[in-house]
């Protein structure tokens, strides 16, 4: 549900995306999507937590790759949506525009989802090699950089390799990409280990700005990673985590994937909420403002 009497220019399974000629608002919803689904219930505060948290990485990574930022302020918000800035605050992003790679980079640090599967049937991940003896959770010896195709909403992302990467953007942009991943992702994941923070995995997307290339979208939150509490990390099993796995988890016991998923009980909801505010306030070390 939203509260904005303005129409936006697209709309994803969670922001809301209005076009302002020179720049973006991008506005983080409460929505939440699981199995390609937008649910019906929301996640209160979740749109809230992915902006806040968002910029709170775009700060920590300057010196490690451009971003998109303008403001987060709003007063800095066009005329127009001032009628709205109650809702607005804390959960829109003034963005520059940028011209977006149609891929999506990927960087796991440890063996988990898409890519446990395809090790315990291959020996590789997204046709990456890896060593023998590895189970669930397993942390890799390095990070990896697997990319995936950006699929449309009722799509699925496609797993593909470096070089078919290459051909859909060219070498030199390509291994731009994987260079900036690999660098963010140990940047992030240096800090949230400080944190008592495990980043399994995480999506990045980049887009180009007047030749350069930066971060863009979101980065580094619960909708776009796996984060794990590292006292309670344990080799060969399911982790905990601070993301929406909780909520793909109860619809994996209550649902059988036909027709329309069902709506979530508000205990569901409530404790969904609470993991995301965690981890705000694990990553961040400040206390979220609701």
Known sequence: MTVIDIKPDAQGKVRDVYDLGDSLLLVATDRISAFDYILEDEIPYKGQVLTQLSKFWFELLDGVVENHLISTEVEDLPEQFQPYADYLRGRFMLVKKAEMFPTECIVRGYLAG?????????????????????????????????????????????????????????????????????????????????????????????????????????????????????NEYVEGKDQPSFDKQFVRDWLTANWDRTGTPPRLPQDVIDKTSEKYIQAYEKITGKPFEK
């Open 114 to 230: 898409s890519g446990l599967k395809e090790y315990q049937r291959e020996g590789t991940v997204c046709g990456i090699q890896l060593p023998e003896g590895l189970v669930n959770s397993s942390k890799l010896p390095e990070p990896i950089f697997t990319p995936s195709t950006k699929a449309e909403i009722g799509d699925h992302d496609e797993n593909i390799s470096f070089e078919r990467c290459a051909e859909i953007i060219g070498d030199d942009a390509a291994v731009t990409l994987r260079d900036l991943s690999l660098a963010v992702y140990k940047r992030a994941r240096d800090h949230a280990e400080r944190q008592g923070i495990i980043i399994a995995d995480t999506k990045f997307e980049f887009g180009v700005v007047d030749g350069v290339v930066i971060l863009a979208d979101e980065v580094l939150t619960p909708d776009s990673s796996r984060f794990w509490p590292g």
